[in-house]
C-alpha cells in the first residue's frame, strides 16, 4: 500500500479522494501509466485543512464542503478525519473572505505523517500559499515522506537538494492537468513546431468558477500564475511571446473550466496561420490521472532510495519545474521508469 497524507481539502483533493475510491471500486481512469505500484493500492491515511468546514468532520463528508463545487461522482468509503493544519498565509485578501477558519488548535504535523506512517504528501494548497507549502516541505521532509507538490509555490527551487540528501522525492511544481488548457497550448505550439511553422505570439484566457480561479483575480496571485503559465507555454519553441493565466470567475461554472487560445504564426513564403481554440472541461478530474501517476513514482523512487527531483517526471507533470528538458517529455518520462526496473 501506498500511504498518502493530503495537504488542503479542495476541489483537487475531492476529485483526487474520489479518483482512488472510483479505482478501488473497479472503476478504470484513462491515461494512468504502468507502474510496479496500482492505483487502487492508494491509501488516504491523513489530510489537513484549517477551513471550520471540513476541520474535525471525516474526509468523505469534507470533500463535498463550501466552497468545494466538484461534482459526486462516487460513495467515499473512509473513516479519515481532516486535521487542523496551521495558518501560516492564505487568509488574507480574497481567500479570507473564502475560507472561515477553524478554531481548533492546529495538530503537530510532523508526529501526525510519523505516526500514520506517511509515505506520500500531496501539496494542494491554493496559489499564493507559500509559507505554509514551506511550513508542509520542512515537516514531509523530516517526517521522511516523499512530497508531491501541485501548488505553484516554488518548493523545487527552495528544498530539492535537502531532499535529495535524505534520498526523498520531491516532485514538483504546479501540476499540469491532464487535458487542461495549458497543456492543450503547449501541444499545439509543440505540433506546429514539429511542422516548421514559425509561432510568433499566442494568449490563453481561462474562465472558472472554483475557489483557484476566484483567488487568482488578486493581483499578485494572478501575476504569479501569468508567469508561470506564459513560462511554461513559451518553453515550447523560442522567440514566442505568450500571454497566459486565468482571466475571470464565475461562479455559475462551478468546476467547469472554459479556455479560449490564439495562436499565430507563420510559414511558407510568410504565409501566415492563426488558430483560435475553445476548450471545456472539468476542473477537477483534470487532475486525478497526473497525480495517481506522481503519487505511485513517489513511492517507487523513494522505494529506491532516489531523491530530488528527477527533471525527466517533473518536465512531465509541472508547469513550473526550471531544470526541463528538451523534446518529447513523455518519450523521456518512459526511458527513466524503464531504468528503474
Known sequence: ??????????????SL?????????????????DLEYRPEEI????????DARKVGKKLSQAIFEKPNVV???????????????????????????VIEESKERPVDVKSVLRENKVDVVVNLLPTGVERASEYYAVNSLEAGSSLVNASPAPLVERFEEKFKSAGLPLLGDDLISQIG?????????NFLT???????????????????????????RKELKKRIKSSYISS??????VVAGTSDYVEFLGDRRVSYMVIEGEYALGAKVRIDVSMKSLDGPNAVAPLLDLIRLAKLLKDRG?????PQICSHYFKGYHGKVGGDTRASLINFIQALK
Open 1 to 14: 500500500m501506498i500511504r498518502v497524507g493530503i495537504v488542503g481539502v479542495g476541489n483537487v483533493a475531492s
Open 17 to 33: 479522494v474520489q479518483g482512488v475510491e472510483y479505482v478501488k471500486q473497479g472503476g478504470r481512469v484513462p491515461g494512468i501509466l
Open 43 to 50: 491509501d488516504i491515511v491523513t489530510a489537513f485543512d484549517i
Open 71 to 97: 461534482e459526486k461522482y462516487v460513495d467515499v468509503r473512509s473513516d479519515v478525519v481532516v486535521l487542523r493544519g496551521p495558518t501560516l498565509d492564505g487568509t488574507e485578501g480574497i481567500l479570507g473572505k
Open 181 to 189: 488548457g495549458t497543456a492543450l497550448h503547449a501541444g499545439i505550439i
Open 194 to 220: 514539429e511542422r516548421g511553422v514559425k509561432v510568433t505570439r499566442s494568449y490563453q484566457i481561462d474562465i472558472s468558477g472554483t475557489t483557484e480561479t476566484l483567488v487568482t483575480l488578486e493581483d499578485s
Open 236 to 241: 515550447q519553441q523560442d522567440g514566442v511571446e
Open 306 to 310: 532516489i531523491g530530488g527531483s528527477p
